[in-house]
T-cell receptor, first 117, second 113 residues
Framework: GAVVSQHPSWVICKSGTSVKIECRSLDFQATTMFWYRQFPKQSLMLMATSNEGSKATYEQGVEKDKFLINHASLTLSTLTVTSAHPEDSSFYIC?????????????FGPGTRLLVL | AQTVTQSQPEMSVQEAETVTLSCTYDTSESDYYLFWYKQPPSRQMILVIRQEAYKQQNATENRFSVNFQKAAKSFSLKISDSQLGDAAMYFCAYRSPDDKIIFGKGTRLHILP
């Protein structure tokens, strides 16, 4: 099946710094990738839709200036948490969409655990 | 707005027995996809089963099957011959025509040896 990787798998940073998380589709091209956030013992909440070559679409309540998304190629999307604060500590998961066929589905990366001190 | 509801926060089943996880959803769309995802302690999301709304036949994948009732907007997951490795968080999910996936709150499944 399709493989999606994320880097780093976990990161600890100081409050006020910025953190970049990469999401890569390893064996397929993804015109659309999605970023989710998951707090402990909670469900995944969609943050934004990342489209290759265009601006990301953010869900209501998600600060686009704080969570910068860049989808520079068909295999890479990045999420940058700017000026991170302890409340940004969470598990961030990306997914890549394979469409245009009867096997439409999303494949998820392994996630990135962010801890802001 | 589309919503997905899982009314069972936790469930337990004896090993080798059968368990059914419930899910209901709300949408005004006629064409969509429904999924069950498994999230083990590693937190990697694993696709368990997929159902296209236009298909009346219930999807099956080995020990996993669904009961899809489109009119009732119900999409339950049945796990037969439960195994210890099935212990995980299970999320019911709805994919809208714009490819967004909305997840339910999840059901934590415990397998009793």
């Amino acid at each position: 099946g399709a493989v999606v990787s994320q880097h780093p798998s976990w990161v600890i940073c100081k409050s006020g710094t910025s953190v970049k998380i990469e999401c890569r589709s390893l064996d397929f091209q993804a015109t659309t990738m999605f970023w989710y956030r998951q707090f402990p013992k909670q469900s995944l909440m969609l943050m934004a839709t990342s489209n290759e070559g265009s601006k990301a679409t953010y869900e209501q309540g998600v600060e686009k200036d704080k969570f910068l998304i860049n989808h520079a190629s068909l295999t890479l999307s990045t999420l940058t948490v700017t000026s991170a604060h302890p409340e940004d500590s969470s598990f961030y998961i990306c997914s890549a969409h394979i469409g245009g066929s009867y096997q439409e589905t999303q494949y998820f990366g392994p996630g990135t655990r962010l801890l802001v001190l | 707005a589309q919503t997905v509801t899982q009314s069972q926060p936790e469930m337990s089943v004896q090993e080798a027995e059968t368990v059914t996880l419930s899910c209901t959803y709300d949408t005004s769309e006629s064409d969509y996809y429904l999924f069950w995802y498994k999230q083990p302690p590693s937190r990697q999301m694993i696709l368990v089963i997929r159902q296209e709304a236009y298909k009346q036949q219930n999807a099956t994948e080995n020990r996993f099957s669904v009961n899809f009732q489109k009119a009732a907007k119900s999409f339950s997951l049945k796990i037969s011959d439960s195994q210890l490795g099935d212990a995980a968080m299970y999320f019911c999910a709805y994919r809208s025509p714009d490819d967004k996936i909305i997840f339910g709150k999840g059901t934590r499944l415990h397998i009793l040896p």
